[in-house]
T-cell receptor, first 116, second 111 residues
Framework: DTGVSQNPRHKITKRGQNVTFRCDPI?????LYWYRQTLGQGPEFLTY????????KSRLLSDRFSAERPKGSFSTLEIQRTEQGDSAMYLC??????????????FGPGTRLTVL | DAKTTQPTSMDCAEGRAANLPCNHS???????VYWYRQIHSQGPQYIIH???NNETNEMASLIITEDRKSSTLILPHATLRDTAVYYC????????????FGAGTTVTVRA
């Protein structure tokens, strides 16, 4: 399977703990996006990378959230001191970075976080 | 970003065409209309997009009105596997732009 993969698929943690999620994009894609989705709502943009550079961050990404893409390949999203309001599905997407071409975003299956 | 309005839910009979409306009355002249869908417990999946002309691919057809203030996604022969939430998104012509999802339309295809 050469699609976007995310690990873990499910994570249950206690309030105050730190969690880290991983996203492996499609291999030739140089753009990577993180979204968050709460129950009954559409996904909300969190942040976006072009290769290893983090180019845009949503105001939803509080200082407890940090995302990295160290070698321009996989990405991690860490949430420190989790709160119950962080419970959501965290989605990763990737796309080609060809100039002048409208690049479709391919989504992974998501990581469902439950904070107790 | 231009706002879109979609019905909350709709039912469709298996084998029949499903017509999903979307209003985007504040769309700018260079903004595209995109459709994605999300099957339960999966990430969103791209369906189709268009600017002014009607578009068709192997999944669906997109009809955009002449004034571009609304569009309709057509699933020509709905199957049970088309049951999903369908999102209509208006997007600027930047290929790195984030997608702004609304609540979408929950489509249930019934046998």
């Amino acid at each position: 399977d050469t699609g976007v993969s995310q690990n873990p698929r499910h994570k249950i943690t206690k309030r105050g703990q730190n969690v880290t999620f991983r996203c492996d994009p499609i291999s030739e894609h140089n753009r990577l996006y993180w979204y968050r989705q709460t129950l009954g709502q559409g996904p909300e943009f969190l942040t976006y990378f072009q290769n290893e550079a983090q180019l845009e961050k949503s105001r939803l990404l509080s200082d407890r959230f940090s995302a990295e893409r160290p070698k321009g390949s996989f990405s991690t999203l860490e949430i420190q001191r989790t709160e119950q309001g962080d419970s959501a599905m965290y989605l990763c997407a990737s796309s080609l970075g060809l100039a002048g071409v409208d690049n479709e975003q391919f989504f992974g299956p998501g990581t469902r976080l439950t904070v107790l | 970003d231009a706002k879109t309005t979609q019905p909350t839910s709709m039912d469709c009979a298996e084998g029949r065409a499903a017509n999903l409306p979307c209003n985007h009355s504040t769309i700018s002249g260079n903004e595209y209309v995109y459709w994605y869908r999300q099957i339960h417990s999966q990430g969103p999946q791209y369906i189709i997009h268009g600017l002014k002309n009607n578009e068709t691919n192997e999944m669906a057809s997109l009809i955009i009105t002449e004034d571009r203030k609304s569009s309709t996604l057509i699933l020509p022969h709905a199957t049970l596997r088309d049951t999903a939430v369908y999102y209509c998104i208006v997007r600027p012509p930047r290929n790195d732009y984030k997608l702004s999802f609304g609540a979408g339309t929950t489509v249930t295809v019934r046998a």
